[in-house]
């Protein structure tokens, strides 16, 4: 099983349109929680981190389960600048490292 | 906010030849960097980690003779691809950790894409 799992997509939304993308990871350990966005052929780059109460920043909510070890994006009034892969990222307290999914592309169109 | 750079951005060498790779935060002090590589459509792998003033850790199959790291300063790490082959082309990418903020202070450089032909 990999250490963090997520849908690949694509999600092909049009604008406007509310999407959410869900990730689920294996170490109960874990203790930090991010999604990070990736364009194409470029670097990640935070997008918010995820706190246990759940927290949003405009159009963007994420939500932390823990019993369920699963982890929300939910993003509001889609732009076509949304268009990128939202990638799931879990820091093990023990791994003292970033471990990465595979990432969910979304495309959003006019 | 928190700056790494990472040269070069680009890269083709010739099959057989070295190619080194720098990552330097800007702004702060990282003792942690991290190298990753990703292939077309799949996911960042982490290949090592890159501790200041030690040897760095390797993830499991990644040659550690092959992809040398070097973290001589809390502000600049380098990986080295020796006597690279077709099958190393890839995007190369670090990232450091503020050893202020912690987990929530990684920031990544903007990547190398390596050609070797």
């Known amino acids: 099983r990999k250490e963090v799992e997520q849908d690949p997509g694509p999600f092909n939304v049009p604008e406007g349109a509310t999407v959410a993308f869900n990730c689920t990871y294996s170490?109960?350990?874990?203790?930090?929680f991010f999604w990070y966005r990736q364009d194409c052929r470029k670097e990640p780059k935070l997008l918010m981190s995820v706190y246990s109460s759940g927290n949003e920043d405009g159009r963007f909510t994420a939500q932390l389960n823990r019993a369920s070890q699963y982890i929300s994006l939910l993003i509001r009034d889609s732009k076509l600048s949304d268009s990128a892969t939202y990638l799931c990222v879990v820091n093990d307290l023990y791994g003292n490292k970033l471990v990465f999914g595979a990432g969910t592309i979304l495309r959003v169109k006019s | 906010g928190a700056v790494v750079s990472q040269h070069p951005s680009r890269v083709i060498c010739k099959s057989g030849t070295s190619v080194k790779i720098e990552c330097r935060s800007l702004d702060f002090q990282a003792t942690t960097m991290f190298w990753y590589r990703q292939f077309p459509k799949q996911s960042l792998m982490l290949m090592a980690t890159s501790n200041e003033g030690s040897k760095a850790t390797y993830e499991q199959g990644v040659e550690k003779d092959k992809f040398l790291i070097n973290h001589a300063s809390l502000t600049l790490s380098t990986l080295t691809v020796t006597s690279a082959h077709p099958e190393d082309s890839s995007f190369y990418i670090c990232?450091?950790?503020?050893?202020?903020?912690?987990?929530?202070?990684?920031?990544f450089g903007s990547g190398t894409r390596l050609t070797v032909v």
């Open positions: 170490n109960s350990a874990s203790q930090s």
């Open positions: 990232s450091a950790r503020d050893d202020v903020r912690g987990n929530y202070g990684y920031t």
